[in-house]
Structures are given as C-alpha cells and as structure tokens.
C-alpha cells in the first residue's frame, strides 16, 4: 500500500502548500516524492519528536503536512509531542504509519503495532485505516486537522473491483448476518468467504473510520437478531469491537451474537510472520471460514 500511497501523494499533495516529512524511511517507495517535492520534502533522521515539533511549526505557518514513519515510531515515539504540539493546535498534519498491525512480522513487537488507534483517538486525532489502494485519494482529501492514516495491505481476492470509498462500505454481500472488518482484514475475509453461497455466509463492511455516526442503517438490519463478527488487528481494548459494541449499546440495539476477533499479542511467546501472527488469532482466511461455517 505503501507504493499507492506514494502515488496518491503525488496526484493529490504535490502543491507548493504541503510538505512531505520522513524519519529516514521509504526507501524504494518514497524517491519519486522527494524529487516532486524538492526542498519540501524533509528527511529529519532518526528523530521523530523532533520530527513532530517541526511538523507542528510548519502546520503553524498555514502550511499542510505528512509525517511518515514505521507505525509504531510515528505515533508511539512522539505520542507526547502529537499530544502537545499537534492535538491542542488542532493543527492540519497527516500522520502516515506504514505497517499497521503485525505488517513488521519477524522484527518482532517493537516494530508492531497493536494499539495506535486507541491511543490516537484517545488523543482526538481522527484515525483513518484503508482497507484498499484505492481509498487513498479520498482519505488524504480529508486532512484537516491531526490525523492518523495507518497503512498496510491491499489483499482483496484476485480480479475484483471495490466499492466508491466511504468509512463503511458493504464489499460481500450475505445474508447470514455481518463481519465489519477494521481496514485491510476486509480483503482477508473477503477471500476466506467469496466462494460460499450469499444465504450461508455473512456481509462482510470494510470499515476505514472510527465515526458511529457513519454507520450504515443497511448494516444495523443485517446484524438484528443475527450474528455479528468484528475482526481486527488491533488489540481488544480501544479497537473497532469496543467502540461499535458500544455504539450499538447507545442506540439501545443488539446483535443476535456478538463474536469478536483482535490482535491477541503474542499467545506463544513466539514472533513471525504477519500471516504466522494472524493464524495466531484467528484473523487468517482459513480461521475466519472456520468461524462462519462451524
């Protein structure tokens, strides 16, 4: 996704009002930005509070800017200076983590990310999580205020096309209740249920936004009295189960059941692969069938 965002940026960023800033990183995915941006793209080295503080000054001079890292150094590192420099000026800069989840598979939990939703939107910032390469024009059309894009993996099954972007959109249709995936895992359960029949298997929603307000009535009725599954890689606390769970709980609605999938850390104490961490907790295609069709 990284490559799709790189060109997004170029097709929708590339004006003399935005800057591009990177904490040494992007190498093969970012070259062609910085020879379009010239002195407006800045490499600040390894030194991400610094990096946020620079942001925070050139977002304060009416200027608009993305910040890119490793996930887990773009919004755990400076989560201090996004709190105090960027939250309380509400100012318009675009945190961009790439490899959201357990994407840095065997560079083990220092270089993953499980929980930067939460504490992003715990901070205000507005979190956005593409499920698809083609998200990525409308959501970097939304920067105006901090923001979150957490980046990973298009992994739609092979030859189809997705639905006009929107925070949540029904990409399987089902009539055996609802899966509502948080970004990129919509394209994990899309391939694990394409091929079963659309009475014996769930709608699945990619979801992109963190907004309950957003959340389609279509979407309500598919999972009255039926079961709902919530799938993320992201850990429980925080995630996309909590908040729809208490979304649902507001509005004085209920699913027929209610089974929820996150990131489970690290259950064998063990690091690999991104695929070898989803198995782990039931986010892989073959686990996701299992939990329709048992």
């Given at each position: 996704?990284?490559?799709?965002?790189?060109?997004?940026?170029?097709?929708?960023?590339?004006?003399?009002?935005?800057?591009?800033?990177?904490?040494?990183?992007?190498?093969?995915?970012?070259?062609?930005?910085?020879?379009?941006?010239?002195?407006?793209?800045?490499?600040?080295?390894?030194?991400?509070?610094?990096?946020?503080?620079?942001?925070?000054?050139?977002?304060?001079?009416?200027?608009?800017?993305?910040?890119?890292?490793?996930?887990?150094?773009?919004?755990?590192?400076?989560?201090?200076?996004?709190?105090?420099?960027?939250?309380?000026?509400?100012?318009?800069?675009?945190?961009?983590?790439?490899?959201?989840?357990?994407?840095?598979?065997?560079?083990?939990?220092?270089?993953?990310?499980?929980?930067?939703?939460?504490?992003?939107?715990?901070?205000?910032?507005?979190v956005?999580?593409?499920?698809?390469?083609?998200?990525?024009?409308?959501?970097?059309?939304?920067?105006?205020?901090?923001?979150?894009?957490?980046l990973?993996?298009?992994?739609?099954?092979?030859?189809?096309?997705?639905?006009?972007?929107?925070?949540?959109?029904?990409?399987?249709?089902?009539?055996?209740?609802?899966?509502?995936?948080?970004?990129?895992?919509?394209?994990?359960?899309?391939?694990?249920?394409?091929?079963l029949?659309?009475?014996?298997?769930?709608?699945?929603?990619?979801?992109?936004?963190?907004?309950?307000?957003?959340?389609?009535?279509?979407?309500?009725?598919?999972?009255?009295?039926?079961?709902?599954?919530?799938?993320?890689?992201?850990?429980a606390?925080?995630?996309?189960?909590?908040s729809?769970?208490?979304?649902?709980?507001?509005?004085?609605?209920?699913?027929?059941?209610?089974?929820?999938?996150?990131?489970?850390?690290?259950?064998?104490?063990?690091?690999?692969?991104?695929?070898?961490?989803?198995?782990?907790c039931?986010?892989?295609?073959?686990?996701?069938?299992?939990?329709?069709?048992?």
């Amino acid at each position: 996704m990284r490559k799709a965002f790189a060109n997004a940026v170029l097709a929708y960023c590339n004006h003399n009002d935005w800057f591009f800033l990177t904490g040494d990183l992007g190498f093969m995915a970012l070259e062609e930005v910085q020879s379009e941006f010239g002195r407006r793209f800045i490499n600040a080295g390894l030194a991400e509070q610094n990096m946020i503080g620079v942001a925070a000054g050139l977002a304060r001079e009416s200027l608009r800017v993305i910040v890119y890292s490793i996930a887990p150094f773009c919004y755990a590192r400076p989560f201090e200076q996004i709190r105090n420099d960027l939250c309380l000026g509400n100012l318009p800069v675009c945190l961009v983590g790439n490899g959201g989840g357990y994407a840095y598979g065997h560079m083990g939990p220092t270089h993953h990310a499980l929980e930067d939703c939460a504490a992003m939107n715990a901070l205000g910032v507005r979190v956005l999580v593409p499920a698809f390469d083609d998200d990525l024009p409308a959501l970097l059309a939304q920067i105006e205020g901090p923001t979150y894009l957490r980046l990973g993996y298009d992994v739609r099954p092979a030859g189809q096309n997705v639905p006009e972007y929107a925070p949540w959109r029904e990409v399987m249709p089902g009539n055996f209740g609802a899966i509502a995936a948080l970004g990129p895992i919509a394209g994990v359960a899309w391939q694990a249920l394409v091929d079963l029949d659309i009475d014996s298997r769930p709608a699945v929603w990619a979801v992109c936004e963190f907004n309950d307000a957003e959340i389609p009535s279509r979407f309500l009725d598919q999972i009255s009295g039926r079961s709902l599954y919530v799938l993320e890689e992201h850990v429980a606390q925080g995630g996309l189960g909590m908040s729809l769970a208490l979304s649902l709980a507001a509005r004085g609605l209920a699913a027929g059941c209610f089974f929820h999938r996150p990131a489970l850390g690290y259950p064998t104490g063990r690091f690999g692969s991104q695929a070898f961490h989803r198995a782990q907790c039931g986010l892989d295609a073959p686990s996701i069938r299992a939990m329709v069709t048992g």
